[in-house]
């Protein structure tokens, strides 16, 4: 069974830092794109970061650009957000999510995973 968990989430004060977590189990993670969304009390869920399976090519939403950083580790089947110059803005649950590209009994399909999530909260 595939399962995303995430950590590391909790409160800090603005300006602060957090480095978010995302373990799998049950995939090969080297074949996965990996991203973050969050979304905020009373928004819409919007993606915040992403790498790619290929080459680790990043992606930051310009909310987060300059301040927050994506990683991975495949060795480990984990994927890393340091979340620096924290904003109460950026206050959400963040969700890991993970899609890939794979054949099953010969026909193509899209695979996709998501985290339950993990509360960041930016606050004095």
């Given at each position: 069974?595939?399962?995303l968990v995430?950590?590391?989430?909790?409160?800090?004060?603005?300006?602060?830092?957090?480095?978010?977590?995302?373990?799998?189990s049950g995939?090969?993670?080297?074949?996965?794109?990996?991203?973050?969304?969050?979304?905020?009390?009373?928004?819409?869920?919007?993606?915040?970061?992403?790498?790619?399976?290929?080459?680790?090519?990043?992606?930051?939403?310009?909310?987060?650009?300059?301040?927050?950083?994506?990683?991975?580790?495949?060795?480990k089947n984990?994927?890393?957000?340091?979340?620096?110059?924290?904003?109460?803005?950026?206050?959400?649950?963040?969700?890991?999510?993970?899609?890939?590209?794979?054949?099953?009994?010969?026909?193509?399909?899209?695979?996709?995973?998501?985290?339950?999530?993990?509360?960041?909260?930016?606050?004095?």
């Open positions: 069974q595939v399962q995430e950590s590391g989430g909790g409160l800090v004060e603005p300006g602060g830092s957090l480095r978010l977590t995302c373990e799998a995939l090969t993670w080297y074949y996965y794109n990996v991203a973050w969304f969050r979304q905020a009390a009373g928004k819409e869920r919007e993606r915040v970061s992403c790498i790619s399976s290929g080459d680790g090519s990043t992606f930051y939403g310009d909310p987060v650009k300059g301040r927050f950083t994506i990683s991975r580790d495949n060795a984990t994927v890393y957000l340091q979340m620096n110059s924290l904003k109460p803005e950026d206050t959400a649950v963040y969700y890991c999510y993970a899609d890939t590209l794979g054949y099953y009994s010969g026909i193509l399909k899209e695979y996709t995973y998501w985290g339950q999530g993990t509360q960041v909260t930016v606050s004095s």
